[in-house]
């Protein structure tokens, strides 16, 4: 059975920063696309990073690129996403999402798996 559950959300001041973790059961998270995509209150779900098998180039939204970083843990099964420099328009719950099926990286539409979400809020 595949899960994805995410961690590490909280509330940090502006220009602080959070590591977000994504912990893949039922495969091995490596070998699929695995991304975070954030939705803010009344928004659309975005994506924000992406990483894939086969491709050393993680995928970023230009809005964090500098600012975010993704990588995988393979000892854990697990993806991260440091988030550094922290925005107010940051704010929003992030889901990890795997297995992409069609589409493009850092579009939603295209992902089997999602998990539940974790919340980040960031203060001004």
């Known amino acids: 059975q595949v899960q994805l559950v995410e961690s590490g959300g909280g509330s940090v001041q502006a220009g602080g920063s959070l590591r977000l973790s994504c912990v893949v059961s039922?495969?091995?998270?490596?070998?699929?696309?695995v991304a975070w995509f954030r939705q803010a209150p009344g928004k659309e779900r975005e994506g924000v990073a992406g990483?894939?098998?086969?491709?050393?180039?993680?995928y970023y939204a230009d809005s964090v690129k500098g600012r975010f970083t993704i990588s995988q843990d393979n000892a854990k099964n697990t993806v991260i996403l440091q988030m550094n420099s922290l925005k107010p328009e940051d704010t929003g719950t992030f889901y990890c999402a795997a297995d992409l099926r069609m589409g493009t990286v850092l579009r939603p539409d295209g992902y089997k798996y999602w998990g539940q979400g974790t919340q980040v809020t960031v203060s001004s």
């Open positions: 039922g495969f091995t998270a490596s070998s699929k696309c």
């Open positions: 990483i894939c098998a086969g491709r050393r180039v993680p």
